[in-house]
């Protein structure tokens, strides 16, 4: 058989021939060798290798005319950039293989055609650098790939113009900017058989959180037709998370779906036309999530095990960047590409910069929100992109520090990205080119906002803030913020055990690597109001309320979901289980719902169900709902959410807290209608605390520790009532103080009691985190457990640590008296 001088087989590639295929390529080949037996289907191709690229630039004499068109030019000029770049492309693009090289390649495609039993097989033509050891590789989009390319000349053409790829204006303007060689970078290219994702689904897939680099989850987008409209950032995709410990323990740990609205998609073009072109989604695919559950688990799985190969490949952890699709015609689904992700595996975690707004009259400044993107602020005068084609960049006044607005971003734009503060665009998710490229330059970017280019205009001052959870918020005018650093190296050790209040689920990963020992609330009410946003009685009697607009309303929420109890229980499951992935195995004491009658009374619906109630603070709140004939059902779904997040996707780390009860009769009745629902305390080890928040629950606690698991003192109502004013009432605000000496009778009280039936007392009001000297009170007093917010937990452990080290010393002193 005659030897092959320019191509080899994909399978025959590994890790080792990074230099002759590159990383792409590389990739593929190491996993088609070592991986395969898993089940994983990756599509065989074969490589023109890096030798045939130089060879091409030798055979056309390109060498010296590429050098003297670049050579001592300002490529941070964007003008001369354009003209550099369009000028080398076209030489590339005008040189002609050797008859060797041609015939070698020719062959190469008819082999792998006959081998899908194809005439002329659609391929993937995707190039794949050499340059690994560059500062930041994995820069996104550098080079091109082609798509649904057929018959011989076609391929050769799309060779060609992945050579010329190696000189789009961005990768000379990044080469450039570390001082690079252009020719110490060479090209492979990859022909790879296409997965008939046009009639299918397709898209990316991350081994951590992109956003905190959490690594126990695993993030897919994705979206119908071929995978380029999600990479690019052209449409806002369905997203999932799933959590990668207890997937191996085979549960079901989807933490998460939203919904994309998937407007275009990516298919094959007509034969004599272009390749690809796009259409319209129709409306029942965009109005239902692109993937099962079952198709969900299947492509974690297989990221678990790339992953896992590649971290012990390295001999370190090795999250990876993953694109995938699934075949429309036979169902299997695909990897088509595979890298390590070379943002958040290099970042130092015990280094954290928080940034934080200031301005308390902020909202009333809102202009749009999108997709948050890191977790920066930036500040800056809008330059709003809008129609303004690749071929016009250079004519661009983009000047450092503007905010960049536009529709949305591809590889062309990185050259003005890197002059921006901030990036904010109508289209993409978390995973699209724009979301990426931020994250890889550091800046914050907000996307998916549909209407940035109409609401933002050049020269307006805004602020972008990515810093308040999942929600990127755009404000007018410079808002003032504050960033401060912090070293979790620095922190002391203290005995008390410092655990969290965890109000937004989309923040939960962020803190997963702080020291503390678990959450010690999380509220339901803040993750109805988020991701359900409906009352839960109207949303399961709207249909007989004669209420279109709320129908309406309810029905394009649902959309995705089979019916308005699965919605409710999904969503409030999803809320729940990030929280408790992200603290796992450690508890997560979880309150069920505490709305008051006023607060349902303004959620969609919910003038139908609420009674106009005088004080509604000691009203219809809390236990007093949940067995009630009127509410009960909706208490329904919250515990069948509490069982679906510990029972299928296994995270028992789930405590259930029971608010405002006021008597253990009371107690008593929740727990038959939580048993009638599913959940029985005990049961598969379910604790259930009690919210210790009414004096009945201090005066009566040793009858109700027979009853729980723990007491969680709710400093803020137990003042309320102890002191008998309304903590909403303004006029009676100055008397209200947990650290009067009647509040902390009860606490003490309160923890004595349970120490001596031999339960557990912990706090989550707000007192601890406002108040050293009330955190002293609590140490002092044998507290099991303090939580505090996580912007409170730096100086609640200096301030304990204090405490402790003062009572060692008293006791010290003590002994030796």
């Known amino acids: 058989m005659k030897e092959k001088k320019f191509t080899m087989k994909l399978i025959d590639a590994s890790i080792s021939d990074i230099e002759l295929v590159g990383g792409k390529n590389a990739s593929l080949g190491e996993m088609m060798q070592n991986i395969s037996q898993f089940g994983i289907d990756i599509p065989d191709g074969f490589i023109i290798t890096s030798k045939a690229y130089y060879q091409f630039i030798a055979d056309n004499q390109l060498d010296r005319q590429i050098r003297d068109i670049i050579e001592d030019k300002d490529v941070t000029d964007l003008e001369v950039l354009l003209s550099c770049g369009s000028k080398i492309r076209t030489l590339i693009q005008n040189g002609r293989f050797s008859a060797t090289m041609e015939n070698e390649i020719a062959e190469a495609y008819k082999e792998l055609s006959i081998q899908y039993k194809d005439h002329f097989a659609d391929v993937a033509v995707r190039s794949s650098a050499t340059a690994e050891d560059l500062p930041d590789a994995s820069f996104a989009g550098q080079q091109d790939t082609y798509l649904n390319i057929r018959g011989e000349e076609n391929v050769l053409t799309a060779i060609k113009n992945c050579f010329a790829s190696l000189f789009t204006d961005r990768a000379i303007s990044y080469r450039q900017s570390f001082n690079y060689d252009h020719f110490n970078v060479g090209l492979s290219v990859c022909v790879q058989k296409m997965v008939r994702s046009d009639k299918g689904v397709s898209g990316v897939a991350f081994s951590l959180d992109t956003e905190s680099g959490f690594k126990d989850a695993v993030i897919i987008n994705g979206s119908y037709g071929l995978g380029e409209m999600v990479v690019q950032g052209s449409v806002n995709p369905d997203e999932f998370i799933v959590y990668k410990p207890l997937l191996k323990s085979g549960f079901r740990p989807i933490l998460e779906k939203k919904l994309g609205k998937k407007h275009k998609k990516m298919i094959y073009g007509n034969p004599g036309d272009a390749a690809v ?479 001596k039936k031999g339960i557990k007392v912990g706090i989550c009001g707000q007192g601890p985190s406002d108040y050293s000297d009330f955190a002293q009170f609590l140490v002092e007093e044998g507290i099991d457990s303090i939580s505090v917010t996580p912007d409170s937990f730096f100086k609640t452990v200096i301030a304990i640590k204090k405490i402790e080290d003062e009572i060692e010393e008293a006791k010290r002193l003590c002994l030796s008296a």
């Open 277 to 755: 072109k796009i259409i319209d989604t129709p409306v029942d695919e965009s109005s239902r999530f692109c993937l099962s559950d079952d198709q969900v688990i299947q492509l974690s799985n297989w990221v678990i095990i790339i992953e896992s190969y590649y971290t012990k490949l390295k001999g370190k952890w090795c999250p990876m960047d993953i694109e995938w699709a699934v075949d429309g015609v036979s169902g299997r689904l695909f990897i088509v590409q595979a890298r390590p992700e070379t943002i958040h595996s290099r970042k130092q975690v015990n280094l954290l910069t928080e940034f934080r707004i200031n301005d308390p009259d902020r909202a009333g400044r809102i202009l749009l929100k999108g997709i948050a993107v890191g977790d920066k602020i930036a500040t800056g005068k809008v330059h709003n992109l809008s129609g303004i084609g690749k071929q016009n960049i250079h004519e661009i006044n983009f000047l450092p520090g503007d905010i960049m607005v536009t529709d949305m971003t591809d590889p062309d734009w990185e050259p003005v990205m890197k002059k921006a503060s901030a990036i904010i665009t109508n289209k993409g998710g978390r995973t699209c080119h724009a979301a990426i490229v931020a994250r890889e330059l550091g800046v914050p970017a907000i996307v998916g906002c549909e209407c940035a280019t109409t609401i933002l205009k050049t020269g307006d001052e805004i602020t972008a803030s990515c810093a308040e959870g999942d929600a990127g918020i755009v404000y007018s005018g410079i808002v003032a913020f504050t960033k401060r650093e912090h070293d979790l190296n620095d922190l002391p050790e203290i005995e008390t055990p410092l655990m969290m209040n965890i109000g937004s689920p989309e923040i939960a990963f962020s803190y997963a690597h702080y020291p503390g020992k678990g959450v010690g609330l999380a509220r339901e009410e803040f993750i109805i109001n988020n991701y359900i946003k409906i009352h839960p009685l109207a949303l399961l009697e709207h249909k007989n309320l004669n209420d279109a607009p709320l129908t309406a309303h309810i029905e394009e929420a649902m959309l995705g979901y089979d019916s308005e109890e699965a919605f409710f229980i999904e969503k409030l499951s999803y809320g729940i289980a990030k929280i408790a992935a992200a603290f796992y195995p450690n508890k997560v004491i979880v309150r069920f719902s505490d709305f008051k009658t006023n607060e349902y009374y303004n959620m969609p619906g919910g003038k139908y169900f609420e009674p106009n109630e005088e004080n509604p603070m000691i009203g219809w709140r809390g236990a007093s709902r949940y067995y009630s004939k009127v509410y009960k059902e909706a208490f329904g779904m919250e515990c069948k959410a509490i069982l679906k997040v510990r029972e299928m996707m296994g995270l028992d780390n789930v405590v259930v807290m029971i608010p405002f009860c006021r008597t253990v009769n009371e107690l008593l009745l929740v727990y038959e209608t939580m048993k009638e629902y599913g959940l029985k305390r005990g049961e598969n080890g379910l604790e259930v605390y009690l919210m210790a928040e009414v004096p009945s629950n201090v005066i009566l606690a040793e009858q109700f520790a027979d009853y729980v698991d723990g007491f969680s003192i709710g400093s803020n109502d137990l003042t309320q009532l102890v002191l008998g004013l309304d903590r909403d009432s303004s006029l009676v605000a100055g008397l209200y103080n947990e650290r009067n000496d009647a509040v902390k009778f009860m606490i003490s009280s309160l923890i004595k009691t349970a120490k």
